[in-house]
Nanobody, 120 residues
Framework: QVQLVESGGDLVQPGGSLRLSCAASGRWFSINAMGWYRQAPGKEREMVAR???????NYADSVKGRFTISRDNAKNTVYLQMIDLKPEDTAVYYC??????????????WGQGTQVTVSS
């Protein structure tokens, strides 16, 4: 059983910073990718940032230059450093992982979500 546990969500003022963390636990063959998605009220879930096992990174245009994704492979943890936060960044942030449970089967896993609220 694979679990993703997020932490770090909070209420922050515009222009502020936060760091989200997500730790993966369980048993797997390999972790192919980890990342963050978010969902604001009344909107669809959207990709924020992803990091692949190859080292490739991709970001949503709306967060480029403000958010940085990183991964600690030894801890099976992915981080999202967010700076210059804006009210439109307010959302529930979900950790994501694409995990191969065998050499043939890979699945998407999601965390429970952590609330980020940007407001004065």
């Amino acid at each position: 059983q694979v679990q993703l546990v997020e932490s770090g969500g909070d209420l922050v003022q515009p222009g502020g910073s936060l760091r989200l963390s997500c730790a993966a636990s369980g048993r797997w063959f390999s972790i192919n990718a980890m990342g963050w998605y978010r969902q604001a009220p009344g909107k669809e879930r959207e990709m924020v940032a992803r990091i692949f096992s190859s080292g490739f990174l991709n970001y949503a245009d709306s967060v480029k230059g403000r958010f940085t994704i990183s991964r600690d492979n030894a801890k099976n943890t992915v981080y999202l450093q967010m700076i210059d936060l804006k009210p439109e960044d307010t959302a529930v942030y979900y950790c994501y992982a694409r995990i191969a449970v065998s050499s043939r089967n890979a699945y998407d896993y999601w965390g429970q979500g952590t609330q980020v609220t940007v407001s004065s």
